[in-house]
T-cell receptor, first 115, second 113 residues
Framework: GAVVSQHPSRVICKSGTSVKIECRSLDFQATTMFWYRQFPKQSLMLMATSNEGSKATYEQGVEKDKFLINHASLTLSTLTVTSAHPEDSSFYIC???????????FGPGTRLTVT | EDKVVQSPLSLVVHEGDTVTLNCSYEVTNFRSLLWYKQEKKAPTFLFMLTSSGIEKKSGRLSSILDKKELFSILNITATQTGDSAVYLCAVSNYGGATNKLIFGTGTLLAVQP
């Protein structure tokens, strides 16, 4: 079955530093990947849509200069949280849409804690 | 504005009970409705529904979609403690190249022994 990996699974960083999260589709190609954020006891909130070879599309209220997205290949998208603050602490989940079937598959998520 | 609403927000039942979770939606260019189960990590896929009135079944779980009334239900029979999770409903629309998922707030199900 289709597998999406995320790395790291858990990261703790200090305020002001930047953190990069990787999302990989392991056995299929994805021209589109999605980045979600989930706060405790809340649903998934779409942050941005990442398109291979072009700029990401950000949802309203999401700062593109703070959450940098790069989708350099058909199997890899990265989300970089720049100048992280404690309020950025959250569970970040990516999903990848299969190029051929259009089905979306979720990664296991990355727990970010900013101290 | 597109929205997906789930009810109830939370539910506590005893093992063996049957539960019904609800999902209603208002989405332009509806494509499909999906149910996910989320425990401690990312959501795991349960069902995708595209046609009205056709029940999808997997073990003790089943789901059906009503595109006229714009809602779906997820049924779980003979619940077990392992069914405790957040159940998420999401709707996919035809949004050109993006085709993104719009999630509901989820229903937190707790099954007590």
């Amino acid at each position: 079955g289709a597998v999406v990996s995320q790395h790291p699974s858990r990261v703790i960083c200090k305020s002001g530093t930047s953190v990069k999260i990787e999302c990989r589709s392991l056995d299929f190609q994805a021209t589109t990947m999605f980045w979600y954020r989930q706060f405790p006891k809340q649903s998934l909130m779409l942050m941005a849509t990442s398109n291979e070879g072009s700029k990401a599309t950000y949802e309203q209220g999401v700062e593109k200069d703070k959450f940098l997205i790069n989708h350099a290949s058909l199997t890899l998208s990265t989300l970089t949280v720049t100048s992280a603050h404690p309020e950025d602490s959250s569970f970040y989940i990516c999903s990848a849409r299969d190029l051929t079937t259009y089905e979306q598959y979720f990664g296991p998520g990355t727990r970010l804690t900013v101290t | 504005e597109d929205k997906v609403v789930q009810s109830p927000l939370s539910l506590v039942v005893h093992e063996g009970d049957t539960v019904t979770l609800n999902c209603s939606y208002e989405v332009t260019n509806f494509r499909s409705l999906l149910w996910y189960k989320q425990e401690k990590k990312a959501p795991t896929f349960l069902f995708m529904l595209t046609s009205s009135g056709i029940e999808k079944k997997s073990g003790r779980l089943s789901s059906i979609l009503d595109k006229k009334e714009l809602f779906s239900i997820l049924n779980i029979t003979a619940t077990q403690t392992g069914d405790s999770a957040v159940y998420l409903c999401a709707v996919s629309n035809y949004g050109g190249a993006t085709n993104k998922l719009i999630f509901g707030t989820g229903t937190l199900l707790a099954v007590q022994p």
